[in-house]
T-cell receptor, first 116, second 111 residues
Framework: DAMVIQNPRYQVTQFGKPVTLSCSQTLNHNVMYWYQQKSSQAPKLLFH???????NEADTPDNFQSRRPNTSFCFLDIRSPGLGDAAMYLC???????????????FGPGTRLTVL | QKEVEQNSGPLSVPEGAIASLNCTYSDRGSQSFFWYRQYSGKSPELIMSIYSNGDKEDGRFTAQLNKASQYVSLLIRDSQPSDSATYLC???????????FGGGTRVLVKP
């Protein structure tokens, strides 16, 4: 089945120790997104790639970076995790053939990040 | 004012009853509307999308959209305990470049 895969599902890191989260998709979608979701809050968009074009949200901290080496894979790098970065990180994709305005986003299972 | 607003709940409904969830949005030019279900500790799962005024039915779920009132709702008929989850309303605004989520409504279906 075509799907969005995230690895690892659970990640524990130490304060200040860089961490990379991975997302892959078999949907061949053009757009990939990274969201941060803290407990009892709505998902918050960090950034997205439209194909190879990177689009950062204005309020995304510089501590968060992303890479998309090819259509299938996208990575979220947290350079110096703080305690406030503990959250669920969600990867999503959308096809964007007809245009952004109607496009459905499909989410991966998420990675739960714990910062000690 | 938040861009997308939902009552946080919990909305408690007896098994077999209809659960009614509401969502309002501030961007009058919004074009696309989605309902996602999220179980605790899991990722959002798409339930419905709606783009035009009126009702859209899919199984036990009905989405209703009223763009003039900037209001979208979700009805869950014959509610089951497995429907207990948080339901997220999400909207793509006039600029068409961002999906904005509401805070979610927690639904509890009691046997």
């Amino acid at each position: 089945d075509a799907m969005v895969i995230q690895n690892p599902r659970y990640q524990v890191t130490q304060f200040g120790k860089p961490v990379t989260l991975s997302c892959s998709q078999t949907l061949n979608h053009n757009v990939m997104y990274w969201y941060q979701q803290k407990s009892s809050q709505a998902p918050k968009l960090l950034f997205h790639y439209y194909d190879k074009d990177f689009n950062n949200e204005a309020d995304t901290p510089d501590n968060f970076q992303s890479r998309r080496p090819n259509t299938s894979f996208c990575f979220l790098d947290i350079r110096s995790p703080g305690l406030g970065d503990a959250a669920m990180y969600l990867c999503a994709t959308s096809r964007d053939v007809a245009g952004w305005s109607t496009d459905t986003q499909y989410f991966g299972p998420g990675t739960r990040l714990t910062v000690l | 004012q938040k861009e997308v607003e939902q009552n946080s709940g919990p909305l408690s409904v007896p098994e077999g009853a209809i659960a009614s969830l509401n969502c309002t949005y501030s961007d009058r030019g919004s074009q696309s509307f989605f309902w996602y279900r999220q179980y605790s500790g899991k990722s959002p799962e798409l339930i419905m999308s709606i783009y035009s005024n009126g009702d859209k039915e899919d199984g036990r779920f009905t989405a209703q959209l009223n763009k003039a009132s900037q209001y979208v709702s979700l009805l869950i008929r014959d509610s089951q305990p497995s429907d207990s989850a948080t339901y997220l309303c999400a909207v793509i605004g006039a600029a068409g470049n961002k999906l904005t989520f509401g805070g979610g409504t927690r639904v509890l279906v009691k046997p």
